[in-house]
């Protein structure tokens, strides 16, 4: 079956990425959307790293370093952004955070976000109460965002619109540059949560206008836990009172007798203190691999998945939640099963091998561009066997 980059699901070329993921030998896996398998490249890295650990110590400590600009570089090609822009994160909820806790707030102030938001993306806003700062959620229906409705929910005092590149429970992928242009037009600016799209859908922050992004590596970049990218427009440097500042925030950061406290004048200055380098490594290794194929491929590919999913699942009489309309369509999709409980449909599939979610009462499944045909005949076997149950 041809796909819409003219290859088959079973390229030479996709084939190759498969072979790159270890987990492909034993599971058929399609809960990328949640914590995904480490890729080959980067558990190859974290080897090495915990090896060179347990023998040397911190000998080689400044060769692990290096790996934070490769790491940046590679985020900042990543979004099309510039040199400066991008630092290294322990987390969504972290570089969330870096922006709600800097923000110039003044009581009355108000942000609006959306109320199937992940609570990462809804905590540290409601937080702010404390500072007299409001939290608005306008309504999604079923995961759809209707853009006039948001629009009609900011005002002149509207600071921040805060949303998910794609929602979380049913895949809704939202139209960033839109979702920008809303909040400028009320004189706000735009946080975007990227985890649910980066890596597998291509983002240019200058063309679409992003203010702020954050995104951990755990999921579509297929990087371990604990390490991600956060990104800020160069000329939003100054506007964020900076936090989490430690020895590594400083130009001098190498020279701990300082006493002078200079910041660096890029987003590496949030990349306080002491980072797992294994990490941060590994998270490069997963990001090389993504790119040798191309962010463009790989969302081809990812889209001609979910719809031939989609087929299938239609064809045992599932009912798809997820909206799969052109460029609203994303990685996950969400469906009901008749005659099935979703939490012990996914119990059920886990002891035939296959790795699903449930989220938000429905099943949710999220492959990759490396799933391929036999994982799909073991998913919808195990799907057939649990109504059977």
């Given at each position: 079956m041809a796909t819409t980059d003219g290859s088959t699901f079973e390229s030479p070329g996709w084939e190759h990425f498969r072979d790159a993921m270890p987990v492909a030998e034993k599971w058929a896996y399609f809960d990328h959307a949640a914590v995904a398998p480490l890729s080959g490249p980067a558990g190859d890295v974290?080897?090495?790293?915990?090896?060179?650990?347990?023998?040397?110590?911190?000998?080689n400590w400044s060769d692990w370093n290096r790996s934070f600009g490769r790491l940046r570089?590679?985020?900042?090609?990543?979004?099309?952004?510039?040199?400066?822009?991008?630092?290294v994160i322990r987390n969504t909820t972290e570089g969330i955070n870096i922006v709600a806790m800097g923000f110039p707030w003044r009581s009355g102030d108000n942000v609006?976000?959306?109320?199937?938001?992940?609570?990462?993306?809804r905590f540290p806003?409601?937080?702010?109460?404390?500072?007299?700062v409001e939290t608005r959620f306008v309504q999604t229906h079923n995961g759809r965002v209707d853009l006039n409705e948001l629009d009609d929910?900011?005002?002149e005092r509207t600071r921040i619109l805060a949303v998910s590149w794609v929602g979380y429970d049913t895949g809704w992928r939202n139209d960033v540059k839109a979702l920008a242009e809303i909040a400028h037009r009320h004189?706000?600016?735009?946080?975007?949560?990227?985890?649910?799209?980066?890596?597998?859908?291509?983002?240019?922050?200058k063309q679409t206008g992003v203010d702020f992004l954050a995104a951990d590596g755990h999921k579509w970049m297929l990087g371990p836990e604990g390490t991600g990218?956060?990104?800020?427009?160069e000329e939003h440097l100054d506007l964020l009172h900076p936090v989490g500042i430690g020895w590594n925030s400083v130009n001098n950061a190498a020279d701990f007798s300082a006493q002078e406290m200079t910041l660096k004048q890029t987003a590496a200055r949030y990349e306080g203190g002491s980072y797992h380098l294994g990490g941060v490594a590994a998270l490069d290794a997963s990001l090389g691999l993504l790119q040798s194929f191309s962010v463009d491929r790989i969302a081809n590919r990812l889209l001609d998945l979910t719809d031939k999913l989609c087929r299938r699942l239609e064809g045992i009489g599932a009912h798809v939640v997820s909206c799969r309309d052109g460029e609203r369509r994303s990685g996950i999709v969400a469906f009901d099963l008749p005659g099935a409980d979703p939490l012990a449909a996914k119990r059920g599939c886990l002891g035939r091998g296959v790795i699903l979610n449930a989220r938000s009462g429905h099943l949710r499944i999220s492959p990759h561009a490396y799933t391929n045909e036999d994982d799909i005949e073991r998913l919808f076997e195990a799907l057939a066997d649990c109504r059977s149950d």
């Open positions: 974290l080897a090495r790293w915990s090896g060179d650990m347990v023998e040397n110590g911190a000998v570089r590679r985020g900042e090609q990543l979004l099309n952004a510039s040199p400066g822009e991008v630092a609006v976000t959306l109320d199937n938001e992940f609570p990462t993306n806003w409601m937080n702010l109460s404390r500072e007299g929910a900011l005002d004189a706000a600016y735009f946080l975007l949560d990227a985890i649910q799209g980066l890596g597998v859908f291509p983002i240019d922050v990218l956060f990104f800020l427009r």
